[in-house]
């Protein structure tokens, strides 16, 4: 799945939804440029809930 075909882009400020199949997400918060990636921050949440399920 491609995220760029899912997502719709706002205009004029409007709210930016997530759009997958039949699911509606309103994004509130976006990544900067230069910071941590996606991936490194859901690598992150992973090992964190694997320890605490320990």
């Known amino acids: 799945m491609n995220i ?3 997502r719709t882009v706002p205009e004029n400020n409007e709210p930016e ?3 997958c199949g039949n699911c509606r997400i309103l994004i ?3 990544f900067p ?3 941590r990636t996606f ?3 859901i690598k992150d949440l992973i090992l964190y ?3 605490k399920a320990q």
Request: net charge negative; no cysteine.
């Open 4 to 6: 760029d075909e899912k």
């Open 17 to 19: 939804y997530f759009i």
């Open 28 to 30: 509130t918060e976006h």
């Open 33 to 35: 440029e230069k910071g």
């Open 39 to 41: 991936d490194e921050l």
């Open 49 to 51: 809930t694997a320890k």
